[in-house]
Structure formats: structure tokens, C-alpha cells
Nanobody, 126 residues
Framework: EVQLVESGGGLVQAGGSLRLSCAAS????????IGWFRQAPGKEREAVSC????????YYGDSVKGRFTISSDNAKNTVYLQIYNLKPEDAAVYYC???????????????????WGQGTLVTVSS
């Protein structure tokens, strides 16, 4: 079964750090782009960051640049999202998604992926 499983969410104080993990099973990341997305209550889903498994290239949304770092461990078929200096506005359900990589980040930025995880909740206390 093709599956993505996120983990690492939780309650963190503003200014704190968190590392989210996205583990794939049933397929490998070869040739895929993997994205992290988030959705807060009442808001649209937002593409936070994307990484290409082919060349390691990355994309970051403007709201997270400098605070979020995406990385991948292809041997473990896992993508990570390291979050620093958490802000209350970062609170959301974070999802990872994976889709074929066509050389740019457009599909990932739009959330056009083939496989979605179930999400992990990040709560930020002020």
C-alpha cells in the first residue's frame, strides 16, 4: 500500500523548535517531489516547502523562509521539516504529499500531488 505517514507534531511554545517527519511506504521517493503543506482552521491549505528527491532542490514559502528547513534521507525514504522560532501563526495541521517531479516546483506549490499523508497537528502556545 502506498502511504505517507507524518509524525513529530505537538504543543510547542512560541520561539521553540520542532522536527516533523514524513515516511513513505509502498513506494520510493526516486523521481518524486515531496512537499510539506499546512492548513489552519478557516484557512486554505498552504504549501510550506518542497524538495526534489532528484537533485535536492528546495522551495520555501515566503512566510517560512529562514525558519523552516526541509531535508530528505532517501535511504530511509523520509523527508523532514525542521521548524525554528515557531510563531502562533504556524499552528496548523501539517501534511506531506508526494508527486512526480517535472523539473520545477509549480505542482508542489499548488498542492498537486498524488499521495497525501494523514497530517500531524502543530500547536503553538504564546
Amino acid at each position: 500500500e502506498v502511504q505517507l505517514v507524518e509524525s513529530g507534531g505537538g504543543l510547542v511554545q512560541a520561539g521553540g523548535s520542532l522536527r516533523l517527519s514524513c515516511a513513505a511506504s509502498g513506494f520510493t521517493f526516486d523521481g518524486y517531489i515531496i512537499g510539506w503543506f499546512r492548513q489552519a482552521p478557516g484557512k486554505e491549505r498552504e504549501a510550506v516547502s518542497c524538495i526534489s528527491s532528484s537533485d535536492g532542490g528546495t522551495y520555501y514559502g515566503d512566510s517560512v523562509k529562514g525558519r523552516f528547513t526541509i531535508s530528505s534521507d532517501n535511504a530511509k525514504n523520509t523527508v523532514y521539516l525542521q521548524i525554528y522560532n515557531l510563531k502562533p501563526e504556524d499552528a496548523a495541521v501539517y501534511y506531506c504529499g508526494a508527486g512526480p517531479y517535472y523539473g520545477d516546483y509549480d505542482d508542489c506549490k499548488r498542492g498537486y500531488v498524488e499521495v497525501w499523508g494523514q497530517g500531524t497537528l502543530v500547536t503553538v502556545s504564546s
